[in-house]
């Protein structure tokens, strides 16, 4: 009897065996996730996360009108200060509809750790498509991924746009290489366009075009005349989206080139860069998520002066390297060219480097790694080889990736909370003003004002021309009572940027708050001037004129801005109580009624309709909407009294009121009504 023998797995060309790979895929996708998990609680927001969700409200408010704006504001986007970004905002968008919010992030979290999990899986299938080995080319993808650079693409909110645009990259990459072994013009054009998608969450991988050309030349060796001319779609795009992006850094935010920082800085920050990325990436030790600039910049700091003979250095050894080997030289100008738009020499950052900036280039590192693991590794490996090679590789990078593991998760801790990473970060860069400032935001925003003051003159002494800074600080003062400090930083800052909408807006709440209704109009007429679709400015001059009874003015104030903003529900409320200022008491109702479409439960709102009904003497109405408004707010004693009155007149027949003969009559009855909304927007 024959005894049948078992068939062997199927292996590829050179030995590989799928399953293998994908069994190594799941074993690091649940060790980064285990890395991952104290991010997942995270409650951590930082300097830029303000413009991305906290004061954003088409991000905090869904709807297509949201979507259609964030792809259409292309050269000046309103709600972010800085470059197109559309599908990154749509994405944090998307973690609103799902629940996510200031106070609860893990929604945000949880995205960012899954598209970080892809991400590692699309770096694992690339060096496994290149060299062929199966265990190598997952375990340099762990290497990756629990690396501390990758800390804050992951956690920081406001850089889902990394996380975005390195997946699309990656797959824009993997894609071409599909067009490279089968000459399938499908992937070709799936290329492309996982390259514009790449652009549309972040335009920082732009020289994509220069990657193919680098991996056309090696390891593929297709570097020919064909190979220039894929590539010019590409090149298109590139400079399509370079435009666009520095039109719109410039408009929104604020860029500065080689003409203005000078050549000599801008020639030293490229150098100091990248020594000092390549010794985070080597030695992950003191990381921070702020790395400012050393003053003086010059050659006399020894970073400065490092980073300039060590890159002359570097790029020599590089160029000998190419007797032996192509991968050492194109592996660094693929690093090169991927983290080149965020070097420095065009700044758009108050920052010198940002470990943030090496998400996507890292993998030029990974690629002589993996050339050199696979001439390494042995060859036949239809089962887990005893070869003492294949163990020494192995143990090797397993020692490499422990200790990358305990320190992201020891970086991580620092992300436990805002005071705790700023609190961190001070300790790295103590004499920071731009960390001093956000620190202090945090800590007024948190109720902490007096040690937010504390931190806004910190960083007053270090940026003391800083008219943001002034700002800030005169807004703390308001909030312990300080008016008349407030005004002269108001001021101050205003000297230093005539032009400061925002500013303008604050004095003029502050002259409110001080009774100076006519300084306060004149405040928001400036704001209007420099920002003439300034919603708040808007509404409160308006609140304004109410105050002085020019309602006429008060009237066109609201209905200008419920023009720029239809859904504006401070304007409407506050609209309605005007028209009642001018005795269009049905009008008036009917613009507290849109108020309560969107806040069915604003009770004081419920009561100003009932007062109202009541002078217009329809007691049974007037009534019912104080019985509303109790049922809500049992302790809303003004709507009782009123209750109590109205069912008086009721039972009695006793007409409420005849038309007021009287300046002092119309204020008594003006008093009964009251704001039901805020009575005015808050210090920004």
Known sequence: MKTKLKKKPEVGKNGKNPSIFLVSLIIVTAIVTYAYLPGLSSKALMFDDDQYLVENQLVQNPSYGSVKRFFTEVLKPSTVRGYYQPLAMVSIMADVAAGGSVQNLKPFRITSLIIHLINTMLVAVLLYILFRRPIPAAMLALLYAVHPITIASVVWLSERKTLLASFFALLSLISYLGYTRKKSWLAYSLSILLFVLSLLSKPSIIAMPVLFLLLDYWPLNRLSRRAFLEKIPLFFISAVFATVTFISQSRAASVKTPMQTGFLQALLVPCHNIIFYIRNIVWPVNLSWFYPYPHPFNLSDPMILTGLIGTALLIALLLISMQWTKSLLIGFLFFLAAVFPTLGIISVHPAIAGDRHLYFPVLGILLPIGYFLSKIW?????????????????????????PEFVLTRFYLKHWRDSETLYGYMLSQSPNVGLIHNNFANFLKNAGKTREAIYHFKMSLNLKPDSPIIYNNLANALCKIGQLDQAVEHYKKSLELMPGFAVAHFNLATAYEQQGKTSEAIEEYRRALKFKPDYLEALS????????????????RCYKKALELKPD??????????ALAGQGKIDEAIKQCRLVLKYRPDDYQMIFNIGVLLHQQNKIDEAIEE???ALKINPD?????????????????????????????????????????????????
């Open 378 to 402: 042995i060859k036949p490996f239809t089962t887990f080889s005893k070869s003492g090679r294949n163990i020494l590789v192995a143990v090797i990078l397993i020692i490499l990736t422990v």
């Open 636 to 684: 809303y004693v003004q709507a009782q009294d009123k209750l109590t009155i109205a069912e008086f007149y009721k039972r009695t027949g006793y007409i409420l009121r005849k038309e007021p003969q009287s300046e002092q009559e119309q204020k008594d009855q003006d008093k009964e009504i009251k704001p039901g909304l805020p009575g005015r927007a808050t210090i920004r």
């Open 626 to 628: 104080y019985k509303r």
């Open 540 to 555: 409160d001059m308006g609140f304004a004129f109410a105050k002085q009874k020019k309602f006429d003015e008060a009237v």
């Open 568 to 577: 504006f529900i401070i304007a409407h409320g506050r609209l309605g109580l």
